[in-house]
């Protein structure tokens, strides 16, 4: 074992600490992908141990004494997270845990699913797995399942966690996990879920590929409508998903997960729009975007031929709504919305000091002038070459 794992071995085992590997990548490692964070696990303190290995590999560190968990950065980059190994206690259904020492097997016990719940013992001697829920049969057989009855109950975001492994590995929620979601569901668990954690689990579903299906496998599991009873994931928008993902790969950069809440909530009403925000913990520009989205959407399906750039930057539609609405409407109004997100691609190549330097006094006109000129640029009505003059015309056009 090399590099920062390495490292922390070759301390590990002059501490005679038990060290292990635990969580996403030993899953990784054993489905051959790509590991991205490694999270270690240790039987003892993980915050002095951290800062002993920090010390001797050159590391940046910070520590979270509270929690006893350290990060560490590498000189190359590379990021270890360490911990303590801990048992949890939920005293209610969503509250935080009760956090305590304990070993390895407790550590494994707390954890959402069996293909997260295995750790490879790194330090001392020689490496194995552990696997005590049957992890690597699970992984064989593409299965996401829970520990217990009761995991859904204990901590509810569990469920969009389930959706998430599923779709990313393409694997199925298993019937009893499914139906444990559904019962926690029922008895009103996902209640105590705040505001910024919903919203945290759905941005981090919808930054991953294939958001269609992450939307039926929420639907199979009832979360959708637990979080708002219109969000259904029908048809219209499963296939909007699928053509957001699209036109988002065509303007890379323009857009992030905010397009795909927009096209999930499809043709709510505008008192559902706001519940979904409220429910979300949306604020500012999100906040507004998403109570505008269904009288926006309205307006779309109906005139989408008469919002040109120039409307599009006076009501300062954001290219994640003009994604959204492309996505979510399909054709016709759909490619012509895409053309209108295009435009806004175009920007001026001359500015206030050129207009200056053209004889035009400073004031309010020459940002008025400018705006005229990007809109006529935008529009195709002048090329890249008559920007000036056009703008020129439009400043002094308006001081007659
Ligand atoms: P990813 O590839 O998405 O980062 P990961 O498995 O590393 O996957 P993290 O969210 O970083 O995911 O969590 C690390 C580990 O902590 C998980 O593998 C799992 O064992 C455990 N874990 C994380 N969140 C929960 C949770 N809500 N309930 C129980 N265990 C959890």
């Known amino acids: 074992m090399r590099g920062p794992i390495g490292a922390a071995r070759k301390l590990a085992i002059a501490e005679k600490a038990p060290l292990y590997l635990v969580g996403g990548a030993v899953r990784d490692l054993l489905l051959r992908r790509p590991v991205v964070d490694v999270d270690l696990a240790i039987e003892g303190d993980a915050v002095g141990f951290g800062k002993s290995l920090a010390r001797t590999a050159g590391a940046r560190i910070s520590a979270h004494e509270r929690f006893g968990t350290v990060v560490l950065e590498f000189p190359g980059g590379a990021r270890l997270d360490v911990a303590s190994t801990r048992k949890e206690t939920y005293a209610s259904s969503g509250a935080l845990p009760k ?93 105590s879920i705040s505001g910024d954690r919903m919203r945290r689990e759905i941005r981090l579903l919808f930054s991953e590929e294939n958001r269609a299906r992450a939307a ?23 296939r909007g998903l ?56 309205a307006r779309l399906r109906r005139e989408a031929r008469s919002i040109g750039p120039s409307i599009a930057r006076a009501e300062r539609l954001s290219p994640e709504e003009i994604a959204a609405a492309a996505a979510f409407l399909g054709p016709p109004a759909g490619p012509r919305l895409e053309l209108l997100l295009r435009s806004l691609d175009t920007s001026l190549s001359i500015g206030g000091r050129d207009l200056l330097a053209a004889g035009v006094p400073a004031g309010p006109r020459i940002g008025k002038a400018l705006e005229a000129t990007l809109d006529a640029l935008r529009e195709g009505r002048i090329s890249r070459g008559r920007e000036l003059e056009f703008a020129v015309e439009a400043a002094l056009g308006q001081t007659r």
């Not at 496998?217 to 979360?223: A, N, T």
Request: proline content about 6%; glycine content about 8%; cysteine-free.
């Open 216 to 238: 039926g496998l929420l639907s199979r599991l009832g979360v959708d409508r637990a979080v708002d009873p219109a969000l259904t994931s029908p048809l219209a928008v499963r």
């Open 242 to 297: 699928s053509r957001a993902e699209r036109i988002a790969s065509r303007h890379p950069g323009k857009t992030g997960w905010f397009l795909y809440l927009l096209v999930w909530a499809g043709d709510v009403s505008e008192k559902a729009a706001a519940r979904i925000a409220r429910r979300v913990a949306l604020t500012r520009g999100d906040l507004s975007r998403m109570l505008r989205w269904p009288s926006l959407l």
């Open 99 to 191: 956090v305590g020492p304990a070993g390895i097997e407790e550590d494994l016990a707390r954890r959402d699913f069996t293909i997260n719940a295995m750790a490879i013992r790194i330090a001392p001697g020689r490496p194995f797995l552990l696997d005590p829920f049957g992890g690597r049969r699970d992984l064989r057989s593409g299965t996401v399942r829970m520990l217990h009855e009761k995991s859904p109950h204990d901590d509810p975001t569990r469920a969009f966690r389930a959706a998430r492994y599923a779709n990313r590995l393409g694997f199925s929620v298993e019937g009893r996990t499914r139906a444990w979601i559904r019962e926690a569901i029922r008895r009103r668990a996902f209640d």
